[in-house]
Every structure is written in structure tokens, then in C-alpha cells.
């Protein structure tokens, strides 16, 4: 079964707005990474946070991770266009003999309007 | 930088037939991962290397799937026979072994008819 699994499925939004998605994973991790993928394309790497931190920032990115809850957040101020791709968090579970090994959720697919 | 390479970009074939992907990590990596994607099933880790050993490869759909990592420049996925269902995008990825990130190629695009 899927670790991650990201809320909503989609989304939708007029740029200049904020985009939200949520992710929630089963085990303890070591970190939580989000990559995007734009239509087509290879995913690429975004923002990693590890599991003793609580928020992230990179750019108009910020992620929030809740480990009693089993949940982290990201955040897209301000979006653009060209943020239109959808966005997948995995994590890297603790604990395994499988270092580096990562389990993608199914991922949110967020569209910007101009 | 010339990031990890994949070839073909795209692959037409018959059902039964084998099909051969391949993937050049980027130089100075020493983990290599080989997922496929499709809509229903998302994103999935079929095998991965470490210095070019296979370390996991419990996502392996089946015996007609098999990798190879012959040196840290080189990889191959190969499917034979091929099936429709094997129809998907494959991606490679590598990283460093310490490193968390892992590079993504830019996707093999399988449709076996």
C-alpha cells in the first residue's frame, strides 16, 4: 500500500493565489521530500524535511511536517502559471535496511489559472 | 550537467516482444532507482542499486522483469516477454548514497500493443 497519500487529488486555483496539499504516510520516516512533475515530464526534487524538523521554507515554498499525526503540508505562495504540475510527497521510511528507499504518494495535481 | 539519461524516449512494440530500457545515471552517483508510473497504480520502486549492486528489488512485478547495473555508468531494465499491462512510463533516477535526493530521468514511454 501507498505510504504517502496526498489530499486533494486536485486543485484548482486563479494565480496570485495560495495552494495547500497535504500529505499523510502510515510508518515513522527518517524525512519527507516533495518533488513535482510537470505534464510529460521526469518528477524533480522540491524540499526535504527531516523528521526532527517542523517547517521548511525554500522560496514561495513552505512544508510542515506533523509527526504525531503522520502528516505534512505544503504550501505554494503567491502561484503562478507555471506552477501547474502535480506534486508528489514520499517519504523514507525508519528504521529499514533499505536506505534511500522511497514510497511516492499518488500525488496532487494543481492547476493556476492566469 | 547532463542529468540521467534514458533511451528510447519512447518504445511502440508487439505484445511477446522484448523491450530493453536503459538508463545512464549522472556522473559520480552510486544509487540507482528504476520506477514505473501508470494512472492507476501511481508511482512505483521496481528495483534499486547501490554501487551497482541490487540492494531491493521486492517490486519486481514478476520474472520477466530484470535489471542490470553492469558498471556505475549503466543501467538496463528489460521486460521479455512483454505484455499490455507492462504499458507505463519507466523512470530512472539516481543519487548520491548519502544523499536523500534523488535526480529523476526524463521517462521511457513503453506501449506494448
Known amino acids: 500500500s501507498q505510504q504517502g497519500e496526498e489530499d486533494p487529488q486536485a486543485l484548482s486555483i486563479q494565480e496570485g493565489e495560495n495552494a495547500t496539499m497535504n500529505c499523510s504516510y502510515k510508518t515513522s520516516i527518517n524525512n519527507l521530500q516533495w518533488y513535482r512533475q510537470n505534464s510529460g515530464r521526469g518528477l524533480v526534487h522540491l524540499i526535504l524535511?527531516?523528521?526532527?524538523?517542523r517547517e521548511k521554507h525554500s522560496g514561495r515554498l513552505r512544508v510542515t511536517l506533523d509527526t504525531s499525526k503522520k502528516s505534512s503540508s505544503l504550501l505554494i505562495t503567491a502561484s503562478r502559471a507555471a506552477d501547474t504540475a502535480s506534486y508528489f510527497c514520499a517519504t523514507d521510511a525508519a528504521g529499514g535496511t533499505s536506505y534511500g528507499k522511497l514510497t511516492f504518494g499518488q500525488g496532487t495535481i494543481l492547476t493556476v489559472h492566469p | 550537467d547532463a542529468g540521467v539519461i534514458q533511451s528510447p524516449r519512447h518504445e511502440v512494440t508487439e505484445m511477446g516482444q522484448e523491450v530493453t530500457l536503459r538508463c545512464k545515471p549522472i556522473s559520480g552517483h552510486n544509487s540507482l532507482f528504476w520506477y514505473r508510473q501508470t494512472m492507476m497504480r501511481g508511482l512505483e520502486l521496481l528495483i534499486y542499486?547501490?554501487?551497482?549492486?541490487?540492494?531491493?528489488d521486492s517490486g519486481m512485478p514478476e520474472d520477466r522483469f530484470s535489471a542490470k547495473m553492469p558498471n556505475a555508468s549503466f543501467s538496463t531494465l528489460k521486460i521479455q516477454p512483454s505484455e499490455p499491462r507492462d504499458s507505463a512510463v519507466y523512470f530512472c533516477?539516481?543519487?548520491?548514497?548519502?544523499?536523500?535526493?534523488?535526480?529523476f530521468g526524463p521517462g521511457t514511454r513503453l506501449l506494448v500493443l
Open positions: 533516477a539516481s543519487s548520491l548514497l548519502r544523499d536523500e535526493t534523488q535526480y
Open positions: 524535511i527531516r523528521s526532527n524538523e
Open positions: 542499486f547501490n554501487n551497482n549492486v541490487p540492494i531491493d
